[in-house]
């Protein structure tokens, strides 16, 4: 899911991630707190063992002890797509194989603290093109029950074909009632198809292992892709985990 173009249906998928970071401690006297460079791998396969998305990623993270956090990151990615695949308008991308590489930056600050934030410039190729990336979320606890936090994406996509800009806003709302119970409210809007999208969860714990979850999303497209889809879908799903001890 690319958060301009949206999603490639690709049923049938495994995943497999793998990586890891090797840190540093400079010691007391320093400024930083640490040292992080790190390797990470993610690929996805069909249910033949063929492959459909794979990324591997070199990344460089500095830690310091006011709780401020910087990473620095560039990836390749392979990416095969078994179908054509309509991201914007009347832009299609063809069936194939695609390559690219990307770079980012990203910092972060205490997310324990009442006020926190966390941002990322990231910037590549995409199918042919290439596109430009930036994201920014702030996060507002003024008690132990309550969280709201508000965060905005834009990502500049120029294409062979086309060249468009998608800007995504969203807002989460929480709330702690009771040990055992949370309500989180989510709202959302993309600006290229003129979709918002409001969100419900409920969590209650009935018991240590024991969990009831009712989801509920509506969304509304005021310019879909398809001329012909809905442009409004409602969906809701009850869930209820349940831990046998033998």
């Not at 090797?22 to 063992?49: E, M, N, Q, V």
């Not at 807002?171 to 709202?187: C, H, I």
């Not at 419900?200 to 509304?220: C, H, K, N, P, Q």
């Amino acid at each position: 899911f690319a958060p301009a173009l949206g999603l490639a249906a690709r049923p049938g998928t495994r995943r497999f991630e793998l990586g890891g970071t090797l840190p540093w401690f400079p010691g007391r006297r320093s400024a930083i707190r640490r040292f992080a460079p790190g390797l990470s791998f993610l690929r996805y396969d069909d249910h033949r063992g063929e492959g459909f998305d794979e990324r591997a990623g070199i990344s460089f993270g500095v830690s310091w002890k006011h709780d401020f956090t910087l990473v620095v990151e560039t990836a390749r990615q392979r990416e095969r797509l078994t179908a054509p695949f309509v991201p914007y308008r009347d832009v299609v991308i063809p069936a194939g194989s695609y390559e690219r590489i990307e770079a980012g930056v990203s910092a972060a600050t205490d997310p324990t603290r009442a006020l926190s934030c966390t941002g990322e410039i990231r910037f590549g190729g995409l199918y042919g093109g290439h596109h430009r990336f930036a994201s920014l979320d702030l996060t507002w606890r003024p008690s132990r029950f309550f969280v709201l936090s508000p965060s905005m994406l834009t990502d500049r996509v120029t294409l062979p074909s086309a060249r468009f800009t998608a800007t995504v806003a969203r807002v989460r709302f929480g709330l702690t009632t009771s040990p055992r119970a949370r309500v989180d409210v989510l709202g959302q809007y993309e600006s290229e198809k003129r979709a918002a999208g409001v969100g419900l969860r409920f969590r209650y714990d009935v018991r240590e292992g024991t969990r009831i979850v009712l989801a509920w999303d509506s969304i509304e497209l005021g310019r879909p892709l398809d001329p012909e889809a809905s442009r409004r879908t409602d969906r809701a799903v009850l869930k209820l985990s349940y831990l046998l001890l033998f």
